[in-house]
C-alpha cells in the first residue's frame, strides 16, 4: 500500500522542466512542456495532411482526410445545433487535444492530463465559451433572462449552475484519468503480468479516447441549451 501511495504522490507530482528567467523566474511545468510537444506534432500533421490538395484530381489521403474532417463535423453539429456550429472547431480541437494527452502516456510521456492544473484550464475555456455562446445568441438581456426560466423559483440553482459545471467537468476528466492509474497500479501488485498489460490496453487507450469524448459530448451539450431560442 505504502508503494502505491508513493507511486500515486509521484504521478500526482508535476515537475519543473525549466524557468523562463524573467519576473523572478517563471516555472515551465512538465505538463506545459509535454503540451507544447503535442501541439507541434499535431502543427506538423497538418501541413503534411494539407499538402498538396486538389479539387479536380483529390487523393486517396485527401479522400480519407476530408471524410474525417466531415464525419467529425456532421458528429458535433448533430449535438450543438444550428446555432452552434461555429463553435465545432473549438470542440474539434480539444476533442484532439485531449484524446493525443491521453494516449500520449504510451510513449512515455506524464499525461497532461494528470495535472489538474490543465483539467480546470480546459474546464474554464469550455463554460466561457458557453456562457459567452449564450450572450452571442440572445443578447445580454435575453442571457440574464434564461436564468429564470422556465420559472424565477430555480434562480439560484441556474446560478449555481455556472459555477457546478466546471467543476464537474473538471474532476470528471481528472477523476477518471487519476483513477485508471490507481487500478493499474493496484493490478500490478496482486495479479500476474499478462492481466495488467491486457488492461492497460483499454484504460490506456479506450478508456482515454472515452474521457476525450465525454468531455466534448458534455461542452456540445452545453453549448446547444445556451444556444437554445424559443
Known amino acids: 500500500m505504502d508503494t502505491l501511495v508513493e507511486s500515486l504522490m509521484e504521478e500526482l507530482n508535476c515537475e519543473t522542466v525549466f524557468k523562463i528567467p524573467i519576473f523572478g523566474g517563471i516555472p515551465v511545468y512538465e505538463s506545459v512542456v509535454v503540451t507544447w510537444i503535442i501541439m507541434l506534432a499535431v502543427l506538423v500533421l497538418c501541413v503534411l495532411l494539407v499538402k498538396n490538395l486538389s479539387i479536380e484530381n483529390p487523393s486517396r489521403k485527401q479522400i480519407v482526410l476530408e471524410t ?20 465545432i472547431p473549438y470542440l474539434a480541437s480539444v ?19 494528470k495535472d489538474m492544473n ?43 449552475e455556472i459555477f457546478i459545471r466546471p467543476l464537474s467537468l473538471c474532476m470528471r476528466l481528472f477523476g477518471n484519468v487519476l483513477g485508471s492509474f490507481v487500478v493499474m497500479e493496484l493490478l500490478k ?33 452545453f453549448i446547444k441549451e445556451a444556444t437554445e431560442t424559443d
Open 68 to 87: 474525417a474532417v466531415s464525419g467529425l463535423y456532421n458528429f458535433f453539429k448533430g449535438t450543438v445545433g444550428e446555432n452552434g456550429t461555429a463553435y
Open 118 to 160: 490543465v483539467t480546470i484550464a480546459l474546464a474554464l475555456m469550455s463554460i466561457i465559451l458557453i456562457e459567452v455562446s449564450g450572450i452571442r445568441q440572445k443578447g445580454t438581456k435575453g442571457w440574464l433572462k434564461s436564468f429564470a426560466e422556465p420559472m424565477p423559483i430555480i434562480l439560484p440553482i441556474n446560478i449555481l
Open 189 to 221: 501488485l496482486v495479479v500476474p503480468a499478462v492481466l495488467p498489460a491486457f488492461c492497460s490496453m483499454y484504460f490506456d487507450i479506450f478508456d482515454g479516447l472515452i474521457q476525450a469524448y465525454v468531455f466534448v459530448f458534455l461542452t456540445a451539450l
Open 95 to 113: 476533442a484532439i487535444y485531449i484524446g493525443i494527452a491521453n494516449l500520449i502516456g504510451l510513449l512515455g510521456f506524464k499525461p497532461p492530463t
